[in-house]
């Protein structure tokens, strides 16, 4: 039993820290490019970045854990969340600055 129990555990931990497949950026047509006021900076921010942003922010943050709703913080409380998981999943800074327009773009007001 013992032995059981460990190999399972062991399989466990050997899964997840298996690097997870990143879902291929789909081609899509070009946006009007509207753009959103980021609240946090005052910066006008372009709907490709928001896509980008929920793309990174579904494919990197989801891999590890269940998603957030956008809107169940205020823009103000996702800065410290982001800026906290972006470390832990690896983003690179633009990577981490279109997370955060996404899910400014869609915090709650």
Known sequence: MKKLFFASFLLMAI???TK???PAKSETAP???TAT???ETKTVVSA???AEGKTTYESKCGRCHALHAPDEFSAEKWVPYVDAMA???KLTDTEKA???AYV???AKK
Do not use: E, R, Y
């Open 87 to 89: 470390i832990k999943a």
């Open 20 to 22: 997870k497949a990143t």
């Open 31 to 33: 946006s009007t490019n």
């Open 98 to 100: 279109n997370v955060l």
């Open 104 to 106: 400014q773009a869609n």
């Open 37 to 39: 006021t980021n609240t």
């Open 48 to 50: 490709d970045l928001i």
């Open 15 to 17: 899964w997840s820290c």
